[in-house]
């Protein structure tokens, strides 16, 4: 749904209660129908939340990469073991902490543990729950999805709850038999979703859809199917043929002679005085060239003629709204409307706009296919792949008070003389940089010039720069928390009253239109679950708004109600608002700081939520 300040913001809804595997039956085919009907439910899990953007800033022609390896523990630690990565993430994404000036000598490198090389038990859910005791309940720790692989004590403890017996993850929680299992050749578990790629900048590819009414089907669909559910693929075939026909003439074909004609019109005036078919059949005759048909092959028009004489019509189904579409005119549908078309072939249309995450690619009856992370299947000609962002934040530099950012798309380094009067350009500076700030500021001719650390200034309308507000009271010494600074449009990770990373982001848009106004919520709070990636989707707020819907939008971290900080590859305008009340970071900042917050997810886990043990990171939001 949308978000808006005048309506409560609905949470997120906890993943209900995961099926039965399939029972019996071990072959692919078998596991694949049983792997498709599990999948279903992943749109019944679907979080609901108001974060959405522009199109995205452009195609690419890759094709899904993916990375099926555990990750390995944390680090040993070390004298600066605060900054090390968390269990789960890449050591690569792990926010930095600037080293302490004088520094006798450089601190020992970390020393990484080898990947965990033991007993992993294999999720057979689309949502396979963790719980923090060997029983059923309302609280969980986290889930695992279906495919994926966790470590874990591979003796079952069974009691009257799972007869099947309960597992204990090596990384805390337990996990019922009858949802997961140690056989890693299990169908469920080989053929699972492919695990996210957390080396690249996403970790799924995603794609575009360029066209209303696309399908996404169950599962692959036959030629009959395809002519039955997109019916414009028989009139682009049709329009296709046409042009080559036209081209045709155009580029070989001579006019006859007038020897010739005259015997072509002959003929023509022969076949029509021979043919036993009334002059209101001849528009039944083909138009590409194809001769006439028999007069017996025609007869089932004359029974029709009888009828249309009375008044009596063949009545014709209504169209669907994706072919009742007017330039000009507002398409008004519900993501409810977009799941009329559902029956056993087809889950449901989409509208343009929408994104699907891949998770694998095939080809099936001439045609490249996606199969999506909710076990659905698209037809990749009416979509794209998008190439996201790559834009990122910046360690805190030594010696720097703020950071700043050019969100200008062009702007220069300037130098100013000695009696700060004058000021001349000394080079070029791309939108996104950024660099550290020293805190002192000149004014040249009303123009505000902030100065680097590097030495050179920066003109303060091409740019923002970070802002903290005051340390959260609740904080315990060196603890992490983040702000949100909504005006300077900045988020800064910070650990006790030390800043060590920060970057632009897009907070919500506001509008006096309280029907379009998407303000970003403000207080105090702490993350209260995360995921590596979630689907998020809403209807319009106003007549004419179209749904939309994003399918496993990237590193999401729930702090209020369906506000969270998350990725962003739909956009490329950080720095500036877009979103419907979340704050959207760059696909590569959002991973960063996904991992650098706590609560820490652990190996192989896809969610994880907060606990007492196991709090989540405070995230200040203010103007």
Known sequence: MALNNNSRVPAPRAPQEPPPPPQGGSTALASALGFVAAAGIAGVIAWASGCHGDAPPGASVDRPSRSNSLPAPPPAKTATAKTQPRAGSAPSTAVAEAPDAGAAEPAAPAVEEKPYTGPLLGALAVQTPVYPKMEFGKKRLGYIRLGGKVPVDPAPVKNGDCPAGWYRLLDGGYVCGKYATPDLTNPQVRLGITAPNLDDVLPYKYAYNTGHGTPLYRSVPSKEEMLRYEPYLEAAKKAKKKKKSEEAEEEGDEKPSAKEQDAQDATAVAAAATSAAPASTASTASTEGAAAQPAAMEQPALAIDPMADAGIAPEEPPKPWWQQIEPGKPINVTLAELEKDADGTVAKRMVKGFFVAVDKTFGWNGRLWYKTTAGLVAPSDRMYIVKPPTSSGLDFPEGAKQIGFITSTKSSKFELDAEMKNVKVVGPLARFAAFGLTGETATVKSVVYRKTTEGWWMKGADGTFTEPGPQPKDLAPGEKWIDVNLTRRTLVAIEGDKPVFATLVSPGRKSTNKAKDHSTIQGTFRIREKHIAVTMDGDGTVAGDLPYSIEDVPYVAYFEGSYALHGAFWH????????????????????????????????????????????????????
């Open 572 to 623: 490329n305008n950080f720095g500036r608002e877009m979103s419907h009340g979340c704050v959207n970071l760059s696909p590569l900042d959002a991973k960063k700081v996904f991992f650098w917050a706590e609560p820490k997810l652990p190996r192989g886990w896809h969610a994880v939520w907060s606990t007492p043990e196991n709090r989540g990171t405070l995230v200040v939001v203010h103007e």
